[in-house]
Every structure is written in C-alpha cells, then in structure tokens.
C-alpha cells in the first residue's frame, strides 16, 4: 500500500487524470469505464491485447500495450491491480515522481458510496455464481445495476455492466483484506472456509477477516449468512447486530422448501420468516447452486425486491463463464469447463456430476498456487479420489513461486489411478486418448486448463 496524505476520493472527481496499471483486468476495465463517466481524463496500460482493451479504446480510453513509466503522462494519480507489485515500473515511476498510487479495492470503496444500495457479495466460493444470479434477478426487476462479477456472464455478455440505478453489485474477495476497503450497505457472507493461506496466518485469521466485513455495514444495511456454513456462522458470532440467514440443513429466515428436480431443473419454494417468496425453477445442476439462490433470493428480499424478480430473474439462468460451463462433445463425451480450485468446490462439483446420468466423469485437475496446495493437500487429495479417472496437471503458479518444493505429482501418488502432466499439451492428448461415449470430462481449476479441453474439441 502506498503512503498517500489524501483519500482517493480526492483525486476521484472531473478533470482529474488517472493512470490504471492492469486496465484490461476483469474489474480493472469497468472501473475505468466509471471513472471515465465520473468526468475524468483515464488512461492505462496492459501486459497484452484483449477484447477488454478493445472495448476500452472504442470508448475513448488510450491503453498502452507493455508496462514503462513513460505511460504515465501527466497523470494526477495511479490505481493498480492486485496483480501489480512495487517492483512495476509504473508504480516504480509515480512514487519516484510523487504521484500517489492507490488500490482497486480502494477505488470501488469509494465508487461504491455513491450508490444507495451496494451489494457485496464474499465468501471462500461461489461468489461469481451468487453475484451472477443477483445480477439476473435485479435486471428482472429492472433496477438498472451497475455490476461487477469475477467471471464472464452470458446475461451481459461481459463481466461487468455500468447502470443508470441505485444498486451496484459486486463480488468481495477477501484476498488480502480487498473487501475492507468497501462500502457495503448488504454483505453476504456464503461460507467461510480455509484458503489463500499465502495471506491468512490460519482460519481464525480468515473469520476475523469476515467479521470486519460485516462490521463495515452500517445501520440500516443488512448483513446475510450462510447459516449452513461453521465459519461464517463462527465470524459472525456475537456481532452485536442482526444477521438475515440462508439455509438448506439448518434454521433459517430464508430456506427451500418442496426441492425436486424436474426436466434437468431444480423446483423449489422460497419461503421468507415461513411465509411464501417465490418459487424457483433453476436451470443449473447442484445442491450448492439451491444454496448460492437462496443468498442471492435473500438479498433481493431484503433490499425490497420482489419475489416475482427472483423467479423471472433465476428461471433462464445457465451459469456464470467456466462454472459448469458446456464447451461441446467429444467423440460422445460431454466436455465441460470450471473455475474450482478450492477443495470445497471440488466436493461440490464432483458430488453434482456424479449424480448426473454418464457413464464415467473424467477430472482433468489443474492445481492452483503452491501455498494452497500444500497447505490443503490432503482434502485434494481425497476429492481428488472421488473422479473415475484423475488426471492431474502441474500446478499452476499465479503470483507464487514454488518455496515449498511441491508438484502435483505429489498428488497422484496419494491417487490411485491418477495421472500426472507436466504441461497441458499432455492433459489433452491424454484426454484424447481416453474419451468415451457417455464420459463427462470436466477440466478444473483457475489456471489455464480450460485450454486442454478446447484443444480437445479442435480435434
């Protein structure tokens, strides 16, 4: 964090210039397009070209391709992505020039106050998902949003959307604290488990994380919960204020009631302190996505949506970009693509497929970061199991390199019938070599993989 005198929204109003680092990035590209409305000159840079970056510059925004301290111009402030390090010559370059450089997360925390209803959406997983379904349910009700979700969505055609209305949606990630930098009038909490344990010293770390997010809410907002879910439960404990719950196994204010499943669909009753909601036909598969509805069906409860939304928003909902998303067919195996890369995610995905009518599901595993591998190494291990064929890539790096000395050949040999890759031209040519008619191949994790099965599909 740099060591700026003044608060962004000092910088954040018209006429000022500001430089993005990263700006093609998923919540990078609609930040700049806010700004860019807000009445300021934005301009930015990116490590490569993409249809973000293209977009961008057919609205005006110059991008530069590469990073130098060159690209900074005459800029009055900088604001970086999480991905960006000091090291950056951009950021290298303000601070050598004393232009103040800030955070994302800094920049929608004050974005964010302007709205009258902000609904951040966190938790360990299901974020995308949950902030997808509440992007659809309040576009049913024509609130006009403004939206910002961590993956692509058919609805928008993109990952984000800039409204005319009173409500911004935003997925919260709790990596290094980001969401504490909000605004929040509605947090939801989805569950609270062990993970980026590159940042967090342990779970107890992790839920006083949460906590402080709740403690963000101000009177008259509302904090919900998974009432399922120990660790958010456990964060939440004692807050000293109410807490709206969700939930399928436990009491709660808002839960699913008559669940079955019909024609491929999940039916369900949403029922509010007992009395009717809204009934949900929901197209996607999945015990955990019944949970993600019921969070975003009680957000919409409480920032006075109604029901009918709920049903007309969720009934043409599909998923969210690479969550259970259907790539094509493979000499008769059904190809699919997802963002899993937490054990909890992996039980969720595989305990779906396995109850879906194929003959075999076939996991191809990318592991991703070194830190969450070896630190959750032995729950991998046993969702890993749950596949009738793994296979498992080498892990992919992100920020992190490997200090810890481990490979996700360290995996396979505590899977029986695994098989390791060392890159992804491996995982598709052993892909190719296995499909049969009737398989379910899912390729997994946050990485790259999803390349291996659209290699698969180009033959």
């Known amino acids: 964090m740099m060591n700026n005198p003044k608060p962004i929204s000092a910088y954040m109003v018209p006429g000022k210039q500001v430089h993005l680092v990263g700006i093609g990035g998923v919540s990078m590209a609609p930040l700049a397009e806010i700004l860019l409305g807000m009445g300021l000159a934005v301009h930015g840079s990116d490590i490569h070209e993409s249809e973000a970056v293209a977009h961008l510059r057919s609205a005006g925004i110059h991008v530069d391709i590469g990073h130098s301290a060159e690209n900074l111009g005459e800029c009055d402030f900088v604001i970086r992505t999480a991905a960006v390090h000091d090291n950056n010559p951009e950021i290298s370059g303000a601070v050598t020039r004393g232009i103040p450089v800030y955070e994302r997360a800094q920049a929608l925390g004050a974005i964010m106050r302007r709205y009258p209803n902000a609904l951040c959406i966190s938790g360990t997983h299901g974020k995308t998902t949950t902030t997808s379904m509440c992007t659809h349910i309040f576009m049913a009700a024509e609130a006009d949003p403004t939206v910002m979700i961590g993956g692509m969505l058919p609805l928008l055609n993109s990952a984000y959307r800039v409204g005319n209305g009173d409500t911004m949606i935003l997925e919260s990630c709790e990596y290094c604290n980001s969401f504490l930098s909000f605004y929040p009038t509605v947090a939801v909490i989805l569950n609270v488990e062990e993970d980026h344990l590159d940042f967090f010293k342990d779970l107890e770390d992790i839920e ?31 807050l000293g204020r109410p807490v709206f719950t969700f939930g399928l196994e436990r009491t709660a204010h808002c839960t699913a009631e008559n669940l079955r499943e019909e024609g491929g669909k999940q039916l369900f009753d949403v029922t509010v302190y007992g009395k009717p909601y809204a009934s949900v036909s929901l197209p996607v598969h999945g015990r955990h996505n019944v949970s993600n509805a019921l969070a975003a069906a009680s957000a919409a409860y409480v920032l006075g949506v109604p029901g009918s939304a709920v049903e007309r928003g969720l009934v043409d909902f599909t998923g969210a970009g690479r969550r259970f998303e259907r790539k094509g067919v493979f000499h008769g195996a059904d190809v699919y693509d997802d963002y899993a890369h937490h054990p909890d995610e992996l039980h969720a995905l595989l305990a779906m497929s396995k109850e879906l009518p194929y003959k075999r599901v076939v996991l191809a595993f990318q592991p991703h970061t070194y830190s969450r591998t070896a630190k959750l190494f032995d729950r991998f291990v046993e969702e890993l199991k749950l596949a009738d064929v793994a296979i498992v890539a080498e892990i992919y790096a992100a920020r992190e390199t490997n200090t810890v000395g481990i490979s996700s050949n360290d995996l396979c040999k505590k899977v029986p019938g695994s098989v390791y890759c060392s890159n992804l031209e491996q995982v598709t040519d052993r892909l190719r070599a296995i499909a049969q008619p009737g398989d379910l191949i899912l390729t997994v994790g946050a990485g790259d993989i999803y390349r291996a099965g659209e290699a698969l599909l180009k033959g």
């Open 208 to 238: 006083r994380s949460f906590r402080r997010f709740a403690q963000l809410v101000p009177d008259g907002g509302r904090v919900v919960a998974n009432a399922d879910n120990d660790g958010a439960m456990a964060a939440l404990k004692n």
